[in-house]
């Protein structure tokens, strides 16, 4: 015998993360402008790439915002699940345009230095990387913070690609600092080539962020199972409740997707458990549903009571 329950029921997200991205959306137009056209100005291709990492955060941070109506929408007749997959998809995707971009700056920058490197207006350089920096520090700040309050991994990716536009910002400053200092000095021979230097360097130093969002996105794709840390504490709760149920064993199965995870949690009866009333099985699943498994991110239970049928409860 085999009863199987629902999930819990969706809840829909409050707007405050479409505020979020809608910040965050505004801030890099406004980098991807100004440091489009600053780049072209001063000759610059580190603020180039600043500019450019702004636009393609600017887009996606649109597809984004289009995600999240649409898990605020909850499921539908083609979706039944909800909208969750869309969010490791568009993270996934997120991930592979800003590594090939970065990609294409490297060989961009090692292509400069074998040829002479790049002239460039060194000071309005430096004012812009600084104003840079400050700005998107300020937004991974605020971007963490409604991340961590609303669970929201595309928000968490989001403070990610702020983090590392703030770092290739920082990284800029210092570097056209250093070059100021080299103004008008015999080392001044130098200054063309600091500019596609620091560009290959940030290239390599900021690759394996997108790539980690790449590898995280496919694994929730995939259907892989959450953290070991995340594992093991729900296994425990489940296993804390087990006394209290009349089972012979129970088997769990876990699943992250975007912001949730799916636990799958088998119940095998002993030979002689009889059946009275269906409220019987009602009973073992409250008690199940009661639990709180975690804190950590939002749970749907499914909650399966097997009846002398050991190979399923096995997996």
Known sequence: MKVNFPSLPWHPRPPEEDIALISSMIGSGIFAVSGGLLGLYTGSGAILLDGFYSLMTLIMSFVSLKVVRLIQQGPSRRYQFGYYGFEPLINTIKGIVVSTVSLFAFTAAIEALLHGGRDLTVGLALAYALLSTLGCFSFAVLMRRYSQRLSS??????????????????????????????????????????????????????LPLPLRTVFEGVNQLLGAAPGVELEQQIQAAVDQLAPDLPSVRHHLQMMVQGRVLYVFIQVLLPTDFTLQRVQELDEIRRKTKQRRLSNAIPIRKWISCLHEDPPLAEG
């Open 153 to 206: 991994p595309l928000l968490a990716v989001e403070a990610r690609d702020w983090i590392v536009d703030g770092c290739v910002s920082c990284a800029v400053a210092l570097a056209f600092g250093f070059a100021l200092c080299l103004n008008n000095t015999s080392w001044d021979f130098l200054l063309p080539y600091i500019d596609p230097l620091l560009v290959s360097v940030l290239t390599i130093a900021i």
